[in-house]
């Protein structure tokens, strides 16, 4: 089994920056892609961003291209997200997922695809 485990969020003034991180323990493997969903108040949960860990290949939604980075610690099987620029719209509910097939190359959008997800952490930016 692996374990997915986000540190607790936080509460930010619009403008400012956050960084999460998720970190894999477990029956985990160099091989990986992992991928932030989130989840805003009375929404779907939706991709914003993922890596496929061996290629360090991303993938970001429209909506947070240039204001948020996906980067990974390999050592450690870590994944940050620096958000920058936060506004009101970015708070949300913010997953960790993870898929360890090792022939991935590109980053899925389909949470099908992650066979496992971290508790969520609550972001919350104010105005």
């Known amino acids: 089994q692996v374990q997915l485990v986000e540190p607790v969020g936080g509460l930010v003034q619009a403008g400012g920056s956050l960084r999460l991180a998720c970190t894999a323990s477990?029956?985990?493997?160099?091989?990986?892609?992992m991928a932030w969903y989130i989840q805003a108040p009375g929404m779907e949960r939706e991709f914003v961003a993922g890596i496929v860990a061996r290629l360090g290949r991303t993938k970001y939604a429209d909506s947070v291209k240039g204001r948020l980075a996906i980067s990974r610690d390999n050592a450690k099987i870590v994944v940050f997200l620096q958000m920058n620029s936060l506004k009101p719209g970015d708070t949300a509910v913010y997953y960790c997922?993870?898929?360890?097939?090792?022939?991935?190359?590109?980053?899925?959008?389909?949470?099908?695809?992650?066979?496992?997800w971290g508790q969520g952490t609550q972001v919350t930016v104010s105005s």
């Open positions: 477990g029956r985990t493997s160099s091989s990986y892609t």
């Open positions: 997922a993870a898929d360890f097939s090792p022939w991935r190359a590109v980053v899925p959008t389909e949470e099908r695809v992650y066979d496992y």
